[in-house]
């Protein structure tokens, strides 16, 4: 909150850091925008929506420990506001701390009881303690608040995935199949988690079809050449099923390669030959970008040299 008797200069000043500061983090420029919100925070230390977007600036920059303080610090100054629980509440959780991404979701809900995307995230976390009631119920309800939500896909996904493990392989399967209906062209690990349904189902050519798709998006993806060898197998496939299986052994080899070579690159890493047959190996793996730089760099060093 803004103190009024500070002078009009100051408070002129302030009005302005903090609009500089959101023109700043619409643009993701974050690192200037801090600048801005750091200077109104000196004029006004009260100043929570400061504290909320600088937070939000440092979430950007991957700063979690500082925009956790900063969350931390508007809720001090106003502990109705949801917003900051909401975003406190994601790093928690992307640090793995369940119980305490918990509290913070669940005091957004006590103070907002209609955000969608406080539900899809409660969900997540409870199903990771393996609270899988109390998380599919809190997933359906995201689903249920805001079915056009950018969180909905994921909160099948991870709806599948609980009942995945907890052997609800039907359920799961519709689950799957509702991501894989927003994204038809690029959910790999729908496909690839129904394919898996499927086989415990014993639908074994209806998981092959699934372990394809997969393959056809990703070539490299060597699980899902491994289990469609696997289910040729249980349909008296061999020869097919042996094909696969000699593929995953081919991407295993590359990946070794990759492994040595970049172990070799540690204590001499201005080798050519080694950046060369790295970069080759990454190719076959499908990794063109980390290839690229590989070749990059044995260029150059090549001219130094």
């Given at each position: 909150m803004i103190n009024i008797e500070r002078s009009e200069k100051e408070k002129i000043d302030l009005f302005h850091f903090l609009m500089d500061g959101m023109s700043k983090f619409s643009e993701k420029n974050y690192k200037e925008a801090i600048d801005d919100y750091t200077k109104a925070l000196g004029i006004d230390p009260d100043a929570a929506i400061a504290y909320l977007y600088r937070g939000k600036c440092r979430t950007g920059l991957e700063q979690y420990e500082e925009a956790i303080e900063d969350f931390t610090k508007v809720i001090?100054?106003?502990?109705?506001?949801?917003?900051?629980?909401?975003?406190?509440g994601r790093l928690t959780l992307r640090k793995g701390n369940y119980e305490?991404?918990?509290?913070?979701?669940?005091?957004?809900?006590?103070?907002?009881?209609?955000?969608?995307?406080?539900?899809?995230?409660?969900?997540?976390?409870?199903?990771?303690?393996?609270?899988?009631?109390?998380?599919?119920?809190?997933?359906?309800?995201?689903?249920?608040?805001n079915p056009d939500n950018p969180n909905c896909d994921n909160a099948y996904?991870?709806?599948?995935?609980?009942?995945?493990?907890?052997?609800?392989?039907?359920?799961?399967?519709?689950?799957?199949?509702?991501?894989?209906?927003?994204?038809?062209?690029?959910?790999v690990d729908a496909y690839y988690r129904r394919g898996l349904?499927?086989?415990?189902?014993?639908?074994?050519?209806?998981?092959?079809?699934?372990?394809?798709?997969?393959?056809?998006?990703?070539?490299?993806?060597?699980?899902?050449y491994y289990h469609r060898?696997?289910?040729?197998?249980?349909?008296?496939?061999?020869?097919?099923?042996?094909?696969?299986?000699?593929?995953?052994?081919?991407?295993?080899?590359?990946?070794?390669?990759?492994?040595d070579l970049s172990k070799l690159l540690e204590t001499y890493p201005n080798d050519v030959n080694c950046l060369s047959l790295r970069a080759s190996a990454k190719r076959k793996l499908g990794d063109n970008e980390g290839a690229d730089e590989d070749d990059r760099k044995a260029e150059k060093l090549k001219n130094i040299l």
């Open positions: 001090e100054i106003d502990p109705t506001d949801g917003r900051p629980y909401l975003s406190r305490f991404a918990i509290k913070d979701f669940t005091k957004v809900i006590e103070i907002d009881p209609n955000f969608a995307d406080t539900y899809y995230y409660l969900g997540k976390a409870r199903i990771s303690l393996k609270q899988y009631e109390d998380g599919i119920n809190d997933l359906n309800k995201s689903i249920e608040l996904y991870y709806l599948g995935k609980a009942r995945m493990d907890l052997k609800q392989y039907q359920d799961a399967i519709k689950d799957f199949t509702k991501v894989i209906e927003m994204h038809p062209d690029d959910a349904a499927k086989m415990d189902l014993k639908q074994y050519q209806d998981a092959i079809q699934d372990f394809t798709k997969v393959i056809e998006i990703d070539p490299y993806f060597d699980d899902a060898g696997l289910a040729k197998m249980d349909l008296k496939q061999y020869q097919d099923a042996e094909e696969d299986l000699t593929k995953i052994k081919e991407l295993v080899q590359y990946q070794n390669a990759v492994d």
